[in-house]
């Protein structure tokens, strides 16, 4: 296998190239570069590379293969990583005008465990402004285009984690999920993405968008990838006082494990309306398809969903506001010239840094937090999040897995939903769910609509169930064998 076929395929192909010397580290970071070069023009992926990075730690990478000496299991594999988790010396903006030129004075705790596991790091991807939105367009930098139609958008808001994995600019990413910004951007773009449980891998040094919601996960070409990337960066953490103190499992042990007997519940007011055809019917495709792999099959209603979004749209923007107020021109990154006090300089810092979605967030956020309101609304919201997690909770005494589409519909153009907000916030219906309960969910390829766009299934389970979950996917993954690396070489000239 060349090396420019060999960056498309999955870490555990190129780890074996790697162990049989077939090709170095280096040279494999190499390929992924010159990949970037001659598709990030078009493809808006990377807001920075960390090249020198990346090839350092690719040469300590064949200095150990050299002497023999164990690896662990992603070393040497490219990773991107999401433009709002804190690499130490590098840029970390959100893509952000308020964080232009912010350096990162400390490393994200995931980044130590990469730096640990030897995984080398290509760049900092872009995303939706402080992760707020669903299409990537919400960059104060640039666009991301979707690889496998470039007219597309990716989904957000990790667009540009998951455009460099599936067009050949990485192995495998890390994004952050608050509503589905892992899930979604990785079912638009054909690739697994994990929304590990609440608290399963630290925060620490990753920018807060929404406290009680936000987690960090892997995006990856395969099951077994987002397993290998869920072992390398799980864990309790001192610096983070929500992650959990339980153990991290081996997530690739079960994998394998047969389905005899594993229940699964298709959500009844995710798989009915509001579906396009072929959405429609690659989920009806996979539950026959669990059928005959021997898992049992029961409708599941969860009635609470149709007042999740506008939970979450209080919930995670009263947060917002409050995680945003440390921008204020002092403590970081940008600050507005011509001003003439203190006050003048704090609205002028943030009426210039904030983009127009960031500050819609803001200014619903403190609506919902302010007195005289907070009870109508960010009480009301808590107490409905609740009854949602009730729900979960009974669902998951019937069931091991629940299933639905990720989104009501495949990738859509460019431009089409930017000026609706409320449009675009119901692209995240069947994902923020998960966030406002805290379990674990997963986005797997299950198929291509007319248009060739890739259609993403959504398996969740209850919380710490992430073993079960893989193995879910992982069994659908085989019998479905999506092709993921098409755009990577559409994209080759
Ligand atoms: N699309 C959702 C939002 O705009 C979710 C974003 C996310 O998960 N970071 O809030």
């Given at each position: 296998?060349?090396?420019?076929?060999?960056?498309?395929?999955?870490?555990?192909?190129?780890?074996?190239?790697?162990?049989?010397?077939?090709?170095?580290?280096?040279?494999?970071?190499?390929?992924?570069?010159?990949?970037?070069?001659?598709?990030?023009?078009?493809?808006?992926?990377?807001?920075?590379?960390?090249?020198?990075?990346?090839?350092?730690?690719?040469?300590?990478?064949?200095?150990?293969?050299?002497?023999?000496?164990?690896?662990?299991?992603?070393?040497?594999?490219?990773?991107?990583?999401?433009?709002?988790?804190?690499?130490?010396?590098?840029?970390?903006?959100?893509?952000?005008?308020?964080?232009?030129?912010?350096?990162?004075?400390?490393?994200?705790?995931?980044?130590?465990?990469?730096?640990?596991?030897?995984?080398?790091?290509?760049?900092?991807?872009?995303?939706?402004?402080?992760?707020?939105?669903?299409?990537?367009?919400?960059?104060?930098?640039?666009?991301?285009r979707n690889p496998w139609n470039l007219k597309k958008v990716p989904g957000?808001?990790?667009?540009?984690?998951?455009?460099?994995?599936a067009?050949?600019?990485?192995?495998?990413?890390?994004?952050?999920?608050?509503?589905?910004?892992?899930?979604?951007?990785?079912s638009y773009c054909g690739?697994?993405?994990?929304?590990?449980?609440?608290?399963?891998?630290?925060?620490?040094?990753?920018?807060?968008?929404?406290?009680?919601?936000?987690?960090?996960?892997?995006?990856?070409?395969?099951?077994?990838?987002?397993?290998?990337?869920?072992?390398?960066?799980?864990?309790?953490?001192?610096?983070?006082?929500?992650?959990?103190?339980?153990?991290?499992?081996?997530?690739?042990?079960?994998?394998?494990?047969?389905?005899?007997?594993?229940?699964?519940?298709?959500?009844?007011?995710?798989?009915?309306?509001?579906l396009s055809d072929d959405v429609s019917s690659a989920?009806?495709?996979?539950?026959?398809?669990?059928?005959?792999?021997?898992?049992?099959?029961?409708?599941?209603?969860?009635?609470?969903?149709?007042?999740?979004?506008?939970?979450?749209?209080?919930?995670?923007?009263?947060?917002?506001?409050?995680?945003?107020?440390?921008?204020?021109?002092?403590?970081?990154?940008?600050?507005?010239?011509?001003?003439?006090?203190?006050?003048?300089?704090?609205?002028?810092?943030?009426?210039?840094?904030?983009?127009?979605?960031?500050?819609?967030?803001?200014?619903?956020?403190?609506?919902?937090?302010?007195?005289?309101?907070?009870?109508?609304?960010?009480?009301?919201?808590?107490?409905?999040?609740?009854?949602?997690?009730?729900?979960?909770?009974?669902?998951?005494?019937?069931?091991?897995?629940?299933?639905?589409p990720?989104c009501p519909h495949t990738a859509f153009d460019i431009g089409s939903?930017?000026?609706?907000?409320?449009?675009?916030?119901?692209?995240?219906?069947?994902?923020?769910?998960?966030?406002?309960?805290?379990?674990?969910?997963?986005?797997?390829p299950v198929g291509l609509d007319k248009d060739s766009m890739p259609i993403g299934?959504?398996?969740?389970?209850?919380?710490?169930?992430?073993?079960?979950?893989?193995?879910?996917?992982?069994?659908?993954?085989?019998?479905?064998?999506f092709n993921?690396?098409t755009p990577?070489?559409m994209?080759?000239?």
């Amino acid at each position: 296998m060349n090396i420019r076929e060999l960056i498309t395929k999955s870490s555990k192909e190129q780890r074996k190239a790697l162990l049989n010397k077939e090709v170095s580290a280096k040279e494999l970071v190499e390929a992924v570069y010159e990949q970037v070069s001659e598709v990030d023009n078009e493809i808006g992926a990377y807001n920075s590379l960390t090249k020198d990075f990346a090839l350092k730690t690719a040469e300590q990478v064949d200095e150990k293969i050299k002497n023999g000496e164990n690896l662990p299991p992603l070393a040497g594999i490219p990773l991107a990583l999401k433009d709002n988790i804190n690499l130490k010396g590098y840029s970390t903006t959100a893509s952000s005008k308020i964080l232009e030129n912010f350096i990162s004075p400390y490393d994200a705790t995931v980044s130590i465990k990469l730096k640990n596991n030897l995984i080398p790091v290509v760049g900092k991807t872009n995303l939706d402004e402080f992760a707020m939105g669903s299409s990537n367009e919400n960059s104060a930098f640039k666009i991301v285009r979707n690889p496998w139609n470039l007219k597309k958008v990716p989904g957000g808001s990790s667009g540009g984690s998951a455009a460099a994995v599936a067009a050949g600019e990485a192995t495998v990413a890390l994004g952050s999920d608050t509503g589905g910004s892992i899930r979604l951007p990785a079912s638009y773009c054909g690739l697994v993405g994990l929304k590990p449980t609440y608290g399963r891998v630290s925060r620490y040094g990753l920018i807060a968008f929404a406290s009680s919601l936000d987690q960090i996960g892997p995006i990856t070409r395969t099951v077994e990838d987002s397993a290998l990337l869920l072992n390398a960066v799980a864990g309790c953490d001192e610096h983070d006082s929500t992650s959990l103190n339980t153990p991290v499992l081996d997530y690739t042990a079960n994998l394998n494990k047969d389905l005899k007997g594993v229940k699964i519940g298709y959500i009844k007011e995710l798989c009915s309306e509001g579906l396009s055809d072929d959405v429609s019917s690659a989920v009806q495709k996979s539950i026959e398809m669990y059928k005959s792999l021997g898992a049992e099959i029961v409708e599941i209603s969860l009635p609470l969903i149709k007042y999740s979004i506008a939970v979450y749209y209080i919930v995670a923007t009263a947060e917002a506001s409050s995680n945003l107020a440390r921008f204020d021109g002092v403590r970081y990154g940008f600050r507005a010239k011509d001003v003439e006090n203190l006050y003048d300089m704090y609205v002028k810092t943030r009426a210039q840094g904030f983009g127009p979605e960031v500050k819609r967030r803001i200014m619903l956020g403190t609506y919902a937090l302010s007195s005289g309101y907070y009870d109508a609304y960010y009480k009301k919201a808590q107490q409905v999040r609740r009854l949602v997690k009730n729900d979960f909770d009974k669902a998951f005494e019937k069931v091991d897995v629940l299933l639905s589409p990720t989104c009501p519909h495949t990738a859509f153009d460019i431009g089409s939903k930017i000026e609706d907000p409320l449009s675009m916030y119901l692209t995240d219906i069947a994902t923020i769910t998960a966030n406002l309960a805290g379990i674990p969910a997963i986005n797997i390829p299950v198929g291509l609509d007319k248009d060739s766009m890739p259609i993403g299934l959504q398996l969740q389970a209850n919380c710490l169930n992430e073993s079960k979950l893989l193995n879910v996917a992982f069994k659908l993954e085989e019998a479905v064998q999506f092709n993921y690396s098409t755009p990577s070489k559409m994209l080759v000239k």
